[in-house]
């Protein structure tokens, strides 16, 4: 049986880029049919970051509103989830640290294991609570997707971060036990330390998301989960929005259910909102799918929702959620849309120059231009060193 220790997300708030490419603008220069883009893969547009945004900054921007609601005085730990790293050794939590003024006796650390480490994250965040309830722990999941231009990935770039804050008696989803694993050694999707944008095998990648859907739900069960029939909506991963529609029908036709379309789009359509207008944010991409259900459904107080996240290379889980009663009085459904509304339309060439800019490594004294209007920002580059500024 399911059981429930009260701990879980108590607040949650996106952020997201100063920039937005329309997939109209890139299919204008590649030629692509934009049916392929808006139906096939069901995107619209791609979050684009400024010359002086990265996952530290956004990681900010997102965590800054949940420090400001509830203070830092009980945050003890603060665990940073990403995959587009700025530092081989120090942690871009420490950056979000000191930029939210965080206090000194916090424990701070970054996790990797490609799109699944913002739930690896939600998962250790829960044991810390587990074991002394007092405390709470801020997730930061931040990451942007970046592939070769005119690679099949392209169009499924994007950025984002989701902060969460980890408490007992969550006000918006309670975590529960059992979590169904899978992990298997694959080559689908990585990002050798010497390069900028990932390498992929796009076939490939969707198989073994498939696989790990159907293996994670098989030890869910195995482990005394709920059965399928229970869940009133699903939270995928979303590399494009077309993929929790792709993983759904896999995992009723899994279960030997009918796989009716309507039935698929009643359990994940509420969760791509934002996801199909923001792109690939890897590590924040389930998390953007919960915030986007939560602002925009009904009353879902009491109902269970389920999570299935996956991470190239590969690691899955799958696990379970209940709505907590209340929540709507919790939620930034005007600030989430406010982030996604407010970022400036790039044309093809502005997006261009954006994506072959690369920072300088001489160690020099650097200044970053200023392109972002949010509110915190990589101002230079001095001596190896990032030098971050809050507005
Ligand atoms: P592609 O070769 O550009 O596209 O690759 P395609 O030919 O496979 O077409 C895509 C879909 O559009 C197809 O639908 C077409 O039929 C349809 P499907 O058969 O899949 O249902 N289509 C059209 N529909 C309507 N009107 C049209 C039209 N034309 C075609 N005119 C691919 C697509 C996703 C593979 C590529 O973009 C890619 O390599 N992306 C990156 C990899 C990726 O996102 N993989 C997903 C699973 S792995 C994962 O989720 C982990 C990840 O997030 C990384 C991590 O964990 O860190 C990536």
Same mark, same amino acid.
């Given at each position: 049986m399911p059981s429930d220790c009260a701990i879980g997300i108590h607040d949650l708030s996106c952020a997201t880029t100063e920039f937005v490419l329309p997939h109209a603008t890139l299919a204008g220069h590649n030629g692509t049919e934009i049916g392929k883009y808006?139906? %096939?893969? %069901?995107?619209q547009s791609m979050s684009v970051p400024a010359a002086d945004e990265d996952v530290v900054t956004m990681g900010a921007a997102a965590a800054a509103p949940i420090v400001a609601r509830h203070g830092a005085d009980r945050i003890r730990t603060v665990v940073f989830a990403t995959e587009s790293s700025i530092d081989q050794a120090k942690s871009a939590g420490v950056y979000v640290h000191s930029l939210l003024g965080l206090p000194s006796a916090t424990r701070v650390v970054e996790l990797k294991q490609a799109c699944y480490g913002g739930t690896a994250a939600l998962q250790f965040a829960i044991g810390l609570v587990l074991r002394d309830r007092r405390q709470q722990v801020l997730v930061v999941a931040s990451d942007i997707s970046k592939y070769d231009l005119? #690679?099949? %990935?392209? #169009?499924t770039q994007g950025a984002a971060a989701v902060a969460m804050l980890v408490a007992a008696d969550p006000a918006l989803v309670r975590i529960e036990e059992p979590s169904g694993l899978f992990t298997v050694d694959v080559m689908d999707f990585w990002r050798p330390n010497y390069r900028d944008a990932a390498l992929v095998d796009g076939e490939e990648s969707i198989t073994v998301y498939l696989q790990a859907v159907e293996s994670a739900w098989k030890d869910y069960t195995e482990q005394g989960g709920r059965s399928l029939d229970e869940f009133t909506a699903f939270c995928y991963h979303q590399p494009f929005t077309k993929m929790a529609y792709k993983a759904h029908r896999h995992l009723l036709n899994t279960c030997g259910y009918d796989t009716d379309e309507s039935r698929i789009g009643r359990a994940v359509e509420r969760t791509t909102a934002y996801n199909r207008v923001i792109g690939n944010s890897y590590t924040a991409s389930a998390y953007l799918g919960l915030a986007a259900l939560l602002d925009q459904a009904d009353d879902l107080a009491g109902r269970p929702v389920g999570f299935l996240s996956y991470g190239s290379g590969s690691v899955a889980e799958f696990f379970a959620g209940t709505v907590a009663p209340g929540y709507r009085e919790h939620l930034r459904t005007s600030a989430h849309r406010e982030a996604i509304d407010r970022r400036r339309t790039l044309d093809y060439a502005a997006y261009r120059e954006l994506h072959e800019r690369s920072l300088p490594t001489d160690g020099g004294d650097h200044p970053v231009p200023q392109q972002t209007t949010g509110a915190f920002r990589l101002a230079a580059l001095r001596g190896h060193k990032r030098i971050y500024e809050r507005r």
């Open positions: 808006h139906v %096939g893969i %069901g995107q005119d #690679s099949p %990935g392209e #169009s």
